[in-house]
């Protein structure tokens, strides 16, 4: 098993995660750490983890990616990978100390699988709760919840490079579109249902991009990208599958609304206006649509949940 962790201004928080990593309780392991361009003595960090944990079973290999941006990080790390098997991680989150073997032993028992699917749990500042989980290997649920994120999948290495790895245009949501495109591209998943393999640590960063245009605009251009890959795939639900994609814009069209009553942002309303209208006004949306995502887009804009069973009922 190779692990790829990309590096971005984590001094604080990578020697916790490679403490983790060095607890996994499964031998032998291959660690890449990628740093990418970070301004504080992160880098520094990644070697004094290499010095501290390199040992003959547990490979600490540090390298760096001068173009910006995780995905470019994380590609970097998947060109040096020669496992049959790899999962990526964060530098600030934490592994179980489980987790590789439970991943190795599921790939043992299915020896047919591309893909292993895990749950992980969130930590906030005041609690620790499980994450959303949708246990199949159905494209649909993922475009809706996203359930198949970063931190929750180990695979086949040759499956990461058969779709492409990890796109680079885009700063956000980036795991919610190799994600799917993972789906689409394989139906051997299985799934560790419980327990969760890691901790995900939601912290300032993580939530700024939530709340700033930036952020919005990277979520946006997710969206706009995962349907082109839908497209271009020309998998047989694909019309459905992209109207899907376009009810995931109508929601966060919402979200950016509701951030924008909440900073009284001119600018977010109309990048929410604007990006509302371009899904409703598509092609691909049915009457049925232009009468839902009104609604939808009323309803989550005033932090309503709930919307995407209906939209699975809705949308065809």
Not at 2 to 11: C, D, E, K, L, Q
Not at 280 to 309: E, K, V
Request: hydrophobic share 40%; charged share 25%.
């Amino acid at each position: 098993m190779s692990i790829v962790i990309p590096v971005y201004n984590r001094a604080k928080e990578l020697p916790r995660t490679i403490a983790s990593v060095v607890a996994q309780d499964y031998r032998p392991l291959r660690v890449i750490l990628v740093d990418n361009n970070s301004t504080d003595n992160s880098l520094e960090v990644c070697y004094d983890m290499q010095q501290l944990h390199q040992e003959e079973q547990l490979s600490i290999e540090v390298v760096q990616q001068l173009r910006p941006g995780a995905s470019a990080a994380r590609n970097r790390g998947l060109e040096m990978v020669e496992s049959r098997y790899m999962m990526f991680f964060d530098s600030d989150d934490e592994m179980h100390s489980d987790t590789v073997s439970r991943y190795m032993q599921a790939f043992e028992s299915h020896p047919d699988a591309d893909l292993i699917g895990a749950t992980i749990n969130f930590c906030n500042d005041t609690k620790t709760f499980l994450a959303k989980a949708v246990f199949t290997s159905d494209p649909e649920p993922h475009i809706i919840h996203g359930t198949l994120s970063t931190q929750r999948f180990a695979a086949r290495t040759q499956l990461i490079r058969e779709v492409g790895g990890w796109q680079e245009a885009y700063n956000g949501w980036e795991d919610w579109n190799l994600g799917l495109r993972l789906l689409l591209h394989t139906t051997k998943i299985y799934w560790l249902k419980e327990p969760p393999v890691a901790t995900v640590y939601l912290h300032e960063n993580t939530l700024t991009a939530r709340t700033h245009i930036d952020g919005y605009r990277n979520f946006y251009q997710a969206v706009r990208h995962t349907l082109e890959d839908i497209d271009a795939i020309g998998h047989p639900r694909k019309h459905r599958l992209m109207r899907l994609v376009l009810y995931r814009q109508v929601l966060l069209a919402a979200h950016i609304l509701r951030e924008a009553r909440k900073q009284n942002n001119d600018e977010l309303r109309h990048f929410a206006q604007d990006i509302y209208k371009e899904a409703i006004n598509d092609q691909l949306t049915t009457w049925a649509m232009q009468c839902f995502f009104p609604i939808c887009r009323l309803y989550a804009s005033h932090g309503g949940r709930g919307c995407g069973t209906i939209a699975q009922w809705i949308i065809r």
